[in-house]
């Protein structure tokens, strides 16, 4: 064993310093052994001297100190060089600390001593472990940093400050925020703003600024004070995020929900909303309120000789002169298509409701100058419809202008007609509480139609079609309540009613062991407020459905205030589970539209385009561009109304995926699908799908 180097007492009393932790290895020995440590060594390890005198220093290292470290100290042994570095060492207790290392070496006597001063510095580690997490925060946060003096200039900033204000930090350094103030607030708002700042510390809200190259930022930003020791404001951190898409989404859908989109006049639910408010002042007021119907009498013509972008452009135009015609206090609403409708209130007679309508009518006959250089002209039919009740509703005065505005044109073009509004109130107040009644007490029932697979022969799918089951009059097809629900206070109600009930049977047909999906149609309140979205997933999951059984029918006819709104719904339908079809393809003119736009999985062609497949080449031809069409946008065509054998062999020859009519299945209640497919003595023509 070799002789352990020893160091002179003299110099043995001198490195025992409080509070400075000293060892001294022999310089001489490869993998050089301790020879001595102070107290303050045993202090900072936890280890006796007797227990670390002739071992090496490495028993203070662990797995996971920095072997790049390790290496550089053991250059420095070699070469004799000092060295400072920073280890993670480990106690005898096995606790961790951060030992600061000044190496050196000491020749006394003609040996090579290697002196080592070691202090524990895990405090000011943390510290800069703790700073430099704080500095990759400031800068890898999404969010927008902004640091001023107690001044409130602005002394640093965040790159994610540059990406969303477009200013370079050399640009802002010095200067006050105020440079991005877009002037919609005023300086009481920023008094305001500092003000809570100093009280509470913080203060959080929406602040409407502009970025470098002009444009509108809007910001939900927390301004807070930091302070010193006495309590003294040194800073103040802005922490801000972009908020600007989702208040102008927010504004769009607010605008969406009360506006018709091409003419900025009220659309019709928002309409009625302020219609009824004008009703009940009624109770009030007793001054009498007019509603306005009109409709264009020379509008298809124009779309058809000019195009669309044409009619749009006379739709905005008479828009603009009603507005210009009518009073700060009227309601002006655009219901569709080429549908006008006015509220007139504080109105004395019906006799003063027609004259605003002759001045309203002789206005829109005025000659239009369209863009493309032609000038048009049309016509209108207008009904009115006159009330001094309060107890009336909005529902019965526009069905009694509605009614009075047909009326008016069987009498010609440019008509006016007015309404026995006492009498047409009465039925269509008694019509809506019949039905609100009946839907609430259970008469409203779902028939189903079986859809044929031509790809496997078997039925894979069934439409829900709602019935009335009158106590008087017997069962009662859609003609006699639909539009009644759809257009009240009923739609939304019954919307969750159609999908609850689809998914009922879809799970019993499963339990059955059989796989069909049940279609029902929705409307376009049911689907732009979202509401079938909240019913299809709480659906789901009350029968336990985990693959898709919904078929979310829309029809043709449907005008969409915003068709990237409606979109975005359906998408998320389908990653709920659902298929989309659109119903009463070829129908209308937004079929191609809403076939190329909307995200669909199939295009049911209606049956007046299948009527005469089997006879008439031109319907061939045209159900056969359709079906090419479907299938290069990926959708599967469903042809509705097959009523002949030839007209299934038809559609099949020429590519048609699925099918649907009274040939394959009429309308039917639950019992009789049931007895027809799941019952022990079922012998379809066309068997169900299995699981």
């Not at 910001?219 to 922490?239: L, P, Q």
């Not at 839907?439 to 022969?457: R, V």
Request: hydrophobic share 40%.
């Amino acid at each position: 064993m070799t002789q352990l180097a020893t160091l002179p007492v003299h110099l043995t009393r001198l490195l025992e310093i409080p509070n400075l932790a000293i060892s001294v290895a022999d310089g001489e020995v490869h993998d050089p052994p301790l020879i001595f440590v102070n107290e303050a060594f045993e202090s900072l390890t936890g280890y006796r001297r007797d227990e670390v005198i002739g071992h090496s220093c490495r028993f203070l290292q662990g797995e996971d100190t920095d072997p790049s470290a390790i290496e550089r100290l053991r250059e420095s042994i070699q070469q004799g060089t000092p060295i400072t570095l920073t280890l993670k060492n480990r106690r005898k207790d096995g606790s961790e600390f951060w030992n600061e290392l000044y190496l050196s070496t000491l020749y006394t006597e003609g040996h090579r001593y290697l002196v080592g001063l070691q202090r524990d510095v895990s405090e000011r580690e943390q510290a800069w472990k703790h700073l430099e997490l704080t500095q990759a925060v400031f800068r890898n946060t999404h969010d927008g940093i902004m640091v001023t003096d107690a001044r409130k200039r602005i002394i640093d900033t965040n790159p994610a400050f540059t990406r969303l204000t477009g200013y370079p930090q050399e640009e802002v350094l010095g200067k006050r925020p105020n440079l991005l103030s877009s002037g919609k607030h005023d300086s009481g708002f920023y008094q305001s703003m500092f003000a809570a700042v100093e009280a509470r510390g913080f203060w959080t809200g929406d602040i409407w600024n502009t970025r470098k190259d002009g444009s509108q930022l809007i910001e939900n930003t927390t301004i807070s004070a930091i302070r010193n020791d006495h309590g003294e404001i040194v800073n103040y951190i802005g922490v801000f995020r972009d908020i600007t898409q989702r208040h102008l989404n927010q504004a769009r859908l607010e605008r969406m929900a009360s506006y018709d989109p091409l003419t900025g006049l009220f659309n019709r639910g928002h309409f009625n909303t302020l219609l009824e408010r004008q009703l009940e002042s009624l109770e009030f007021t007793q001054t009498g309120l007019a509603v306005l119907f009109l409709d264009l009498d020379d509008f298809k013509p124009i779309n058809d000789s000019f195009g669309h972008a044409s009619g749009d452009e006379l739709l905005i135009e008479i828009s603009r002169r009603l507005k210009r015609l009518m009073r700060a206090n009227d309601l002006t609403a655009r219901f569709g298509g080429d549908e006008f409708v006015i509220a007139l209130n504080g109105l004395g007679t019906v006799d003063k409701a027609s004259k605003v309508a002759r001045k309203v009518l002789d206005d829109v006959i005025q000659p239009y100058a369209l863009d493309n250089g032609e000038r048009v002209t049309v016509s209108a039919s207008v009904g009115i419809a006159f009330t001094t009740a309060h107890a009336t509703t909005s529902t019965a005065l526009l069905d009694a202008a509605d009614a009075a505005m047909y009326e008016a044109k069987q009498l010609g073009k440019n008509c006016i007609a007015v309404a026995d509004t006492q009498l047409n109130e009465s039925l269509a107040e008694d019509a809506h509480m019949r039905i609100k009644a009946a839907f609430e007490q259970g008469e409203l029932e779902l028939y189903f139609q079986p859809i044929l697979s031509l790809a496997t022969n078997e039925i894979i799918s069934f439409e829900a079609l709602a019935r009335w089951r009158h106590p008087e009059m017997g069962v009662l097809g859609p003609q006699h309540f639909i539009d009644t629900i759809i257009h009240s206070s009923l739609s939304l109600p019954f919307g969750r009613w159609l999908i609850d009930q689809a998914g009922q049977v879809a799970s019993r047909l499963r339990g059955h062991g059989h796989h069909a999906l049940i279609g029902v149609n929705l409307s376009q309140d049911q689907i732009e407020t979202g509401a079938f979205i909240e019913a299809l997933s709480a659906t789901r999951h009350r029968y336990d459905l985990s693959a898709p059984f919904l078929v979310a029918e829309v029809l043709e006819s449907t005008h969409f205030h915003d068709l990237d709104l409606a979109c975005s719904l359906l998408s998320e339908a389908r990653q709920l589970g659902a298929l989309v079809a659109l119903d009463d393809f070829g129908s209308g003119i937004s079929s191609i539209t809403y076939a190329s736009q909307l995200p669909l999985n199939t295009l049911k062609v209606d049956r007046s385009a299948v009527m005469h497949v089997d006879t008439r080449q031109d319907q061939r031809q045209f159900i056969s561009g359709i079906i090419a069409m479907g299938h290069a946008m990926q959708r599967d065509v469903l042809a509705e109304g097959i009523e002949t054998d030839a007209q299934l062999t038809t559609v099949r020859e020429l590519g048609c995926d699925l099918v649907q009519g009274f040939l394959i299945g009429k309308p039917m209640p639950y019992h009789e699908l049931h007895e027809r497919y799941l019952s022990p003595t079922a012998s379809p023509r066309y068997p169900l799908r299995k699981l």
